[in-house]
């Protein structure tokens, strides 16, 4: 059974249909991208997903074998749906270490002393090679463009998603961000981790093995390929898609 499985989901604003029928089905350990042009209804997807409480939703949407729109935003993030907070609001005064060791309570359901996860989180970023002083910063506060996404992609390290929802990660970065954020993103693809990506840019999609790749328009899915397509959007735009179908 595929870890996320979505048939004929739609997702309103008021009484304004944005996503109008998706079906999808990403199986454990796949990474999944999905192109299109600015407002076609890529980020009200992921939202919706999260469980953001200003979508109203309908079709069936089950992961890990439950009804996930059944399931609060909290409890969609303990079974290991996650979608990483971008460009929130500052919140001075707040360590960004201290913030990921609440997600981290709330994602494993125990309860962690700052001590042992000062350890975990010291791992994590040396591993992606990131700088301690990061996370001792409040969160988001005066964090530049680059160090806002590298904070996204900590979250992912330390709450092991099962499926991360991302959602322009790469958006506002240049090129040699981009292969740093794509170089740390592989780090943490595991077997068992599933991605769903939204990007414009192929690039950051260098070292990872795509599974598919979905063009959305209007709120539907209107084209699936493999990775090629990805870079073919990148080179030559959508109309062709659009003539073509
Ligand atoms: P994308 O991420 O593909 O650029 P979005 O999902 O952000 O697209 O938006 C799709 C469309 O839905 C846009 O036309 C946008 O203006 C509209 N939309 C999104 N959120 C709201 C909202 N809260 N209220 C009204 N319209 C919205
Ligand atoms: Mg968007």
Do not use: C
Not at 21 to 34: P, R
Not at 72 to 89: C, D, I, T, V, Y
Not at 208 to 237: F, N, P, Y
Request: glycine letters at 8%; aromatic letters at 6%; a positive charge.
């Amino acid at each position: 059974m595929a870890l996320l499985s979505l048939r004929d989901v739609e997702v309103s604003v008021g009484d304004l249909k944005i996503v109008k029928g998706i079906s999808l089905d990403i199986n454990a350990g796949e990474v999944h991208v999905i192109m299109g042009q600015n407002g076609s209804g890529k980020s009200t997807l992921l939202s919706a997903l999260a469980g953001h409480p200003k979508y109203k939703v309908s079709g069936k949407a089950v992961f890990d074998g439950k009804d996930l729109f059944r399931l609060k935003p909290h409890e969609r993030a303990s079974l290991g749906l996650l979608m990483a907070f971008q460009s929130p609001n500052e919140v001075p005064g707040v360590p960004l270490a201290s913030f990921l060791r609440r997600a981290y309570a709330a994602r494993f359901g125990r309860e962690i002393s700052p001590f042992e996860f000062e350890k975990i989180l010291n791992e994590k970023m040396a591993m992606l090679g990131m700088e301690a002083a990061l996370a001792k910063r409040g969160i988001n506060e005066g964090f530049s463009g680059g160090e806002k996404k590298r904070s996204e992609i900590l979250q992912l390290a330390v709450l092991e998603p099962r499926l991360a929802l991302l959602d322009e990660l790469d958006s506002g970065l240049d090129v040699d961000a981009i292969s740093k954020i794509s170089k740390m993103l592989e780090k943490l693809i595991t077997p068992q981790s599933s991605m769903l990506i939204v990007t414009h840019y192929a690039r950051i999609l260098k070292g990872l093995k795509v599974d598919a790749v979905h063009v959305m328009r209007d709120g539907k899915i209107i084209l699936s390929g493999d990775q090629r397509l990805a870079h073919k959007l990148e080179e030559e735009g959508y109309q062709w898609v659009y003539r073509s179908i």
